[in-house]
């Protein structure tokens, strides 16, 4: 699999689930962690700096030696963590594990970075309260990755990238289908179905993982 | 690949997230309304049955769930999507029967919650009827209904911080009511509602059925099994100190009406007045408690209305993930994560039942909330039963470990308990329901279970047989789509059809 110099699917999958526009809703924000967190660890399995291998009954994430260390700072985080880690961790417990650590603020401080956000400062009325918020640099761009993934869906002429395809997989988890098929020609749900079901063995655990951890959050309101 | 060590930073992190035991009591007993059991159930238990055995019934109970808590809290410790009991069905009996006992528990927690409705417009009407508001009952029902509707849709969380201030307020006030009529005692204080001879006779399998209906919530610390800071210890302290606590709260609120007006003359004052519990706190404290206590008893029954409504909502939900029943079912909220379609067709049925009885001019206590509510009951016992059963099986195959105590003894025990509670409420359910032996009523009810539960089986088996791979997921609730891929994966395609 070829390096990923820049965390393109995590700012993808941020776009998708935590930016809202007119045509999408944000997600939860429990949700939005546990997308992230899987955007991520896809995105570094993708890049060959993790794996993700079954073992009595688990998804383990293991750290992969081959090749350098992640060049973005976000995958740098996660790969040196599992490094650091004194035994292996199944996939749930990564994205339990990424959805308490603000991987949301993390992901928009490095798009702020690249000049995809626009850090800003809001002053709740009663509390007199300063909340960082993150804004679009471009709307245009906001709207891009479901954008993209809807020209796939309507067009069906081509074959989806791999990560477009994870993309699309982690966009149906999070409770986002309306949006994605909403208005689409009939046997898109086929064509993205055929996609879906060719999906790299790690990269479908940990689809598999994140649908899960949603409908938990569903049941036990993550109290 | 070894076991993860405790010292790793991250399994430090996910740690200091998980819950405690307290924080596992703080949702169980959300999920109970203990006002709603006293003023509605204990009162009523006295004019139904005729006896004043309702605190023994209360110990009996608490005892048969205790025992039963210990087998399934160790069996909620082995497997995924513990908060359902169909599902330890499914795992300890096999996925037919669970499907089956799926079909009757979402029945039942369906029909127990639609059955509160009646009670609530019942209770809102003379509360309002004495400001000079006087509206039909079911005009209240029904603004409850779509209230209860829109939390419903809400996250989980919101629902627990409403139900949360509304339990703390409740049991202040029947801890004061409780010692008020203690210190008010009529013949000083009696312990003959303790006696074996208190509860006897056909009505003793009515009352054992209405005291199992104040005990449900009691299994949902389970369902945080996962997030629980130790599964081992947590959720089962959490599960038995729910027990404690609500057997506590019963048996002594209950007593204290038996010590307040009598051992002699509790059954006659219950029967001439519903409201007996308000009308003793009248007596000793004055009006402005009486008041107090009928305002918080609507809160009350809105608060068991809306916990029923989560856990129907849940129930369906993970049936629609399991794509048991309609897999639209499995549907969230994107904004809020709830599971918006079960909780929406939850709606839809109360809204349904409201219109119904309304338009038919039926009565809202009796033909509604005690009907209804009694009905549902039978199922929720033969439900912990067949539980009881599964957990016995499930450990027979293997033990895991665990003590001859949790996994043999105690669930041999608390299943020979509920199979005695359901054989007297099956063929006591006449006086249950207030109507004459041998009337075609009281001989429907289970009828209608076991031919749901039949149709589920049927069902369980059209799965296994045409869908092996949502057959393959049943009892796995929010994870089904995980067993589901794994068995597709499998599965060759085409082969599924020679199967």
């Given amino acids: 699999m070829p390096d990923a110099p820049t965390p393109r699917l995590v700012y993808d999958a941020f776009l998708i689930t935590a930016y809202h526009d007119f045509y999408k809703p944000a997600v939860a924000p429990r949700v939005i962690g546990l997308a992230l967190g899987a955007a991520l660890l896809a995105e570094l399995v993708f890049s060959g700096h993790l794996a993700v291998r079954p073992h009595e009954g688990k998804d383990f994430v293991l750290a992969e030696k081959r090749g350098g260390p992640p060049r973005d700072s976000l995958g740098l985080w996660l790969s040196e963590l599992v490094q650091g880690e004194p035994a292996s961790l199944a996939v749930p417990e990564w994205l339990e594990y990424l959805a308490i650590s603000d991987t949301q603020t993390k992901t928009a401080e490095h798009m702020v970075v690249a000049g995809l956000m626009i850090r800003g400062e809001q002053r709740s009325r009663w509390l007199g309260k300063v909340q960082t918020t993150y804004d679009a640099a471009d709307a245009l761009i906001a709207q891009a990755p479901l954008a993209r993934l809807r020209r796939y869906l309507s067009s069906m002429d081509r074959r989806m990238p791999l990560l477009d395809a994870f993309l699309l997989a982690l966009t149906e988890s999070v409770g986002l289908s309306k949006s994605l098929y909403s208005q689409m020609p009939s046997g898109a749900r086929e064509y993205a179905e055929g996609h879906l079901r060719v999906l790299p063995a790690p990269l479908q655990a940990i689809r598999g993982h994140l649908t899960a951890a949603v409908a938990d959050t569903a049941i036990t309101g993550n109290l | ?499």
């Avoid at chain 2, 069905?89 to 669970?98: F, N, S």
């Avoid at chain 2, 009796?366 to 509510?373: A, E, K, N, R, T």
């Avoid at chain 2, 039978?378 to 499930?394: D, K, Q």
């Fill in chain 2, 1 to 499: 690949m070894s076991a993860p060590s405790p010292a790793s930073a991250v399994q430090s992190a996910l740690a200091r997230d998980k819950l405690g035991t307290l924080s596992l009591l703080h949702f169980s007993l959300t999920a109970a309304t203990p006002l709603t059991v006293i003023a509605g159930g204990v009162v009523v238990m006295f004019a139904v049955a005729g006896q004043i055995g309702i605190p023994l019934g209360y110990v009996i109970i608490a005892a048969s769930l205790l025992l039963f808590s210990v087998g399934y809290t160790a069996m909620a410790r082995h497997i995924a999507n513990a908060g359902a009991m169909y599902a330890f069905v499914a795992r300890g009996l096999g996925r037919i029967p669970g499907v089956a006992a799926a079909w009757v528990a979402a029945t039942s927690y369906c029909a127990l919650q639609v059955s509160l409705y009646g009670y609530l417009g019942y209770v809102a009407q003379g509360l309002f009827a004495s400001i000079g508001l006087d509206l039909p009952w079911w005009a209240f029902a029904l603004v409850a209904w779509l209230l209860v509707g829109l939390l419903g849709t809400r996250a989980v969380d919101i629902n627990a911080k409403v139900l949360a201030v509304l339990l703390t307020v409740e049991v202040a006030v029947v801890l004061v009511f409780s010692v008020s009529n203690f210190a008010n005692a009529a013949d000083g204080v009696s312990f003959g509602a303790f006696s074996p001879t208190a509860l006897s006779g056909e009505a003793a399998g009515a009352v054992l059925a209405l005291a199992v209906i104040g005990f449900i919530g009691f299994e949902s610390p389970t369902v945080y099994g996962e997030e629980a800071r130790d599964r081992k210890r947590t959720v089962a302290r959490a599960t038995i100190a729910t027990v404690l606590i609500l057997a506590f709260i019963y048996i002594v609120s209950s007593w204290s009406i038996i010590t307040a007006a009598g051992d002699d003359n509790v059954v006659a004052a219950a029967t001439a007045d519903f409201d007996l519990m308000f009308s003793l706190a009248g007596d000793q404290l004055g009006p402005v408690w009486e008041t107090v206590g009928r305002i918080l008893l609507l809160t009350s029954v809105t608060a068991a209305a809306l916990s029923f409504h989560n856990t129907t909502a849940r129930y369906l939900f993970a049936l629609g993930r399991e794509q048991v029943v309609f897999s639209w079912l499995g549907r969230t909220s994107v904004r809020t994560c709830a599971p918006v379609a079960a909780s929406a067709t939850q709606t839809v049925a109360g809204g349904l039942v409201i219109v119904l009885w309304a338009v038919l001019g039926l009565d809202p206590v009796v033909h509604l909330f005690y009907y209804l509510g009694t009905a549902s009951g039978i199922g929720l016992i033969a439900l912990i039963l067949t539980c009881g059963i599964a957990v016995i099986v499930y450990f027979a195959r293997d033990r895991r470990d665990e003590s001859a105590w949790a996994a043999r003894i105690a669930p041999v025990l608390a299943v020979l308990a509920m199979a005695g509670v359901m054989y007297l409420s099956v063929i006591h359910f006449h006086t249950l329901l207030g109507v004459e032996k041998g009337s075609l009523l009281p001989k429907l009810v289970p009828i209608v279970f076991a031919v749901l539960a039949l149709l589920g089986a049927g069902w369980g088996l059209f799965l296994k047989r045409a869908r092996p791979e949502v057959y393959a997921g049943i009892g796995h609730g929010a994870k089904a789509p995980l067993v589901q891929a794994a068995e597709r994966a499998a599965v060759p395609v085409g082969a599924a059809s020679e199967r």
